[in-house]
């Protein structure tokens, strides 16, 4: 397995314009998260699911953001009538549900870095 | 509502030990976990604690006091490659394994 995949790593957009990006998770993680980082930020909490179940999504993820897992297995993060305010890098996580601490990290991905224009 | 916060930056030479503290303010705490995030990079899981102590991974160790709301990362050995930002996360209660990172702590390792 070669960890968390995202795609696209860096995707310019102009304002108005809707961008999608891909996470490919570890294949054995049950659980698979987004969060959004800005310079000098920690990684926000956006949403997660277990499974193919979206079971939270944060106050920021506005209704133009909206996130799917079909099947379990990779997700896409699409943002429609992208904003200024959206430039940043969105990463991937995954995880496993188990016992034992090591079970509770998180595995990232690379990121994927919107600029939007 | 949830804060932590941890020094901005911090500077040590090559071979030393440098402590980065963790402080946290939440309504439901589970644990708490340190990432390192090398420029560029995405974030490494490096430790987690759940109960009061020390936990040792080599030569990095993290420390908790749930009473005093406080933990904090000790790096040994300090080399180069240490150079990078490391954060301090909440674990919540509710399940779900979310998040909470602190703004984070620029480590510079010099000669």
């Known amino acids: 397995d070669t960890g968390v995949s995202q795609n696209p790593r860096h995707k310019i957009t102009k304002r108005g314009q809707n961008v999608t990006f891909r996470c490919d998770p570890i294949?054995?993680?049950?659980?698979l998260y987004w969060y959004r980082q800005t310079l000098g930020q920690g990684p926000e909490f956006l949403t997660y699911?277990?499974?193919?179940?979206?079971?939270?999504k944060s106050r920021l993820l506005s209704d133009r953001f909206s996130a799917e897992r079909p099947k379990g297995s990779f997700s896409t993060l699409e943002i429609q009538r992208t904003e200024q305010g959206d430039s940043a890098m969105y990463l991937c996580a995954s995880s496993l549900v188990g016992q034992g601490a090591l079970s509770y990290g998180y595995t990232f991905g690379s990121g994927t870095r919107l600029t939007v224009v | 509502g949830q804060s932590l916060e941890q020094p901005s930056e911090v500077t040590a030479v090559e071979g030393a030990i440098v402590q980065i503290n963790c402080t946290y303010q939440t309504s439901g705490f589970y644990g708490l976990s340190w990432y390192q995030q090398h420029d560029g990079g995405a974030p490494t899981f490096l430790s987690y604690?759940?109960?009061?102590g020390l936990e040792e991974t080599g030569r990095f160790s993290s420390f908790l006091s749930r009473s005093d709301s406080y933990g904090y990362l000790l790096l040994q050995e300090l080399q180069m490659k240490d150079s990078a930002s490391y954060f301090c996360a909440v674990r919540h209660t509710g399940g779900g394994n979310k998040l909470t990172f602190g703004t984070g702590t620029q480590l510079k390792v010099e000669l």
């Open positions: 699911f277990q499974n193919e179940a979206q079971l939270e």
């Open positions: 294949s054995e993680h049950n659980r």
């Open positions: 604690n759940a109960l009061d």
